[in-house]
C-alpha cells in the first residue's frame, strides 16, 4: 500500500508538470513523460529489460487523450491543416507500426539511449534553432514525403512522444505558419499514438508495475491524465503573461541535460 501510495504521489507530480510546461512551451508532454516514468519506476524497484517499453507505451497512451482534445480545439479556431494530414497519415501509420515492432524486439538499455540520442537533437534545436530558418517554401511531398513520413512516426514511438517534437520543425521549416505546425502537429500525435498503443496493449512484459496490461500501465496514464488536464491551462496562461523564448532556450537546456544523463546512465550502467 506505501508503495502504491508513493507511486500515485510521483506520477501526479509528473503529470503537473507536463501538463504545465505542455501549456506553456506547446511541447507535447512525452518528451517529459517518458524519461520522468522511467526515473519513477526505476526508484520504486521496477527495472527490467523492458522498462522502457513500458514507459513509451504508457505515455503514448496519455498522448491519444491529450493530442484528441488539443487537435478539436485547434480544429475550432480553423488552425488544422487538414490537408497535410491527410497526405502525411498514411506513411505516419506505417512508420509508427514499424517502430512497435522494433521497440517490443529491443532491450530497455537500448531504447534509453535512442531516447538519449533523439532528445538531445531536440534539446539542443529547442537552445539554438530559430523561428526564421527555411529549407523550402512548401511541404515535402512525392518521395521525401514518402521518406520522411514514416520516419516521424517510427521515431516518435521509439521515443513514446506525439508529433509536436518532430512535425513541427519540419513544417516550420518548410514555411507553414508556428501556429498552424503546431495545432497540425497534434493530429500527428494521434495518428502516432491510436495505432502503437494498439500495438503496445498486446505486447507481454515481465516484472511490470502494478495494474500493467500489455505494455501500459494504467494508474500512470489515469493519474497523469488527470494532472495534465488541470495543469495545461495553467501553462496557457503563464505562455500568455510571459515570453516565451527564454523559457524555451531554458526547456532545451534542461531536456538536454536530462538527454546526456540518460545517456550516462547507458554507458556506466
Same mark, same amino acid.
Given at each position: 500500500?506505501? $508503495?502504491?501510495?508513493?507511486?500515485?504521489?510521483?506520477?501526479? &507530480?509528473?503529470?503537473?508538470?507536463?501538463?504545465?510546461?505542455?501549456?506553456?512551451?506547446?511541447?507535447?508532454?512525452?518528451?517529459?513523460?517518458? !524519461?520522468?516514468?522511467?526515473?519513477?519506476?526505476?526508484?520504486?524497484?521496477?527495472?527490467?529489460?523492458?522498462?522502457?517499453?513500458?514507459?513509451?507505451?504508457?505515455?503514448?497512451?496519455?498522448?491519444?487523450?491529450? /493530442?484528441?482534445?488539443?487537435?478539436?480545439?485547434?480544429?475550432?479556431?480553423?488552425?488544422?491543416?487538414?490537408?497535410?494530414?491527410?497526405?502525411?497519415?498514411?506513411?505516419?501509420?506505417?512508420? %509508427?507500426?514499424? &517502430?512497435?515492432?522494433?521497440?517490443?524486439?529491443?532491450?530497455?538499455?537500448?531504447?534509453? %539511449?535512442?531516447?538519449?540520442?533523439?532528445?538531445?537533437?531536440?534539446?539542443?534545436?529547442?537552445? +539554438?534553432?530559430? /523561428?526564421?530558418?527555411?529549407?523550402?517554401?512548401?511541404?515535402?511531398?512525392?518521395?521525401?514525403?514518402?521518406?520522411?513520413? =514514416?520516419?516521424?512516426?517510427?521515431?516518435?514511438?521509439?521515443?513514446?512522444?506525439?508529433?509536436?517534437?518532430? &512535425?513541427?520543425?519540419?513544417?516550420?521549416?518548410?514555411?507553414? =505558419?508556428?501556429?498552424?505546425?503546431? %495545432?497540425?502537429?497534434?493530429?500527428?500525435? +494521434?495518428?502516432?499514438?491510436?495505432?502503437?498503443?494498439?500495438?503496445?496493449?498486446?505486447? !507481454?512484459?515481465?516484472?511490470? !508495475?502494478?495494474?500493467?496490461?500489455?505494455?501500459?500501465?494504467? =494508474?500512470?496514464?489515469?493519474?497523469?491524465?488527470? $494532472?495534465?488536464?488541470?495543469?495545461? !491551462?495553467?501553462?496557457?496562461?503563464?505562455?500568455?503573461?510571459?515570453?516565451?523564448? =527564454?523559457?524555451?532556450?531554458?526547456?532545451?537546456?534542461?531536456?538536454?541535460? +536530462?538527454?546526456?544523463?540518460?545517456?550516462?546512465? +547507458?554507458?556506466?550502467?
Amino acid at each position: 500500500m506505501t $508503495m502504491l501510495i508513493w507511486m500515485g504521489l510521483m506520477l501526479a &507530480g509528473i503529470g503537473a508538470f507536463a501538463g504545465v510546461v505542455a501549456g506553456l512551451l506547446g511541447v507535447g508532454g512525452g518528451i517529459i513523460l517518458v !524519461p520522468a516514468f522511467f526515473y519513477a519506476f526505476t526508484a520504486l524497484g521496477f527495472g527490467s529489460d523492458q522498462l522502457m517499453q513500458v514507459c513509451l507505451a504508457t505515455s503514448l497512451a496519455t498522448i491519444i487523450v491529450t /493530442s484528441v482534445r488539443s487537435v478539436l480545439s485547434h480544429h475550432r479556431k480553423g488552425a488544422v491543416d487538414w490537408g497535410i494530414l491527410k497526405t502525411w497519415a498514411p506513411g505516419i501509420v506505417i512508420g %509508427a507500426a514499424i &517502430g512497435v515492432l522494433v521497440a517490443a524486439s529491443l532491450r530497455s538499455s537500448v531504447l534509453q %539511449a535512442i531516447f538519449g540520442a533523439l532528445a538531445l537533437l531536440v534539446g539542443l534545436y529547442l537552445l +539554438v534553432g530559430r /523561428s526564421d530558418w527555411r529549407l523550402a517554401d512548401a511541404m515535402p511531398g512525392g518521395i521525401k514525403r514518402a521518406l520522411m513520413s =514514416p520516419a516521424v512516426g517510427f521515431l516518435s514511438v521509439l521515443m513514446g512522444i506525439g508529433g509536436g517534437s518532430f &512535425g513541427v520543425p519540419i513544417m516550420t521549416l518548410h514555411s507553414v =505558419p508556428i501556429h498552424r505546425a503546431v %495545432a497540425t502537429a497534434a493530429g500527428f500525435g +494521434v495518428i502516432i499514438a491510436v495505432p502503437s498503443v494498439i500495438g503496445f496493449l498486446m505486447l !507481454p512484459v515481465e516484472t511490470a !508495475p502494478p495494474y500493467t496490461i500489455g505494455a501500459v500501465n494504467l =494508474p500512470a496514464f489515469a493519474v497523469v491524465i488527470a $494532472m495534465t488536464l488541470i495543469t495545461a !491551462p495553467l501553462g496557457v496562461r503563464l505562455a500568455h503573461a510571459l515570453d516565451p523564448k =527564454p523559457l524555451k532556450r531554458a526547456f532545451g537546456g534542461f531536456l538536454t541535460l +536530462v538527454a546526456l544523463n540518460m545517456l550516462r546512465k +547507458v554507458v556506466l550502467g
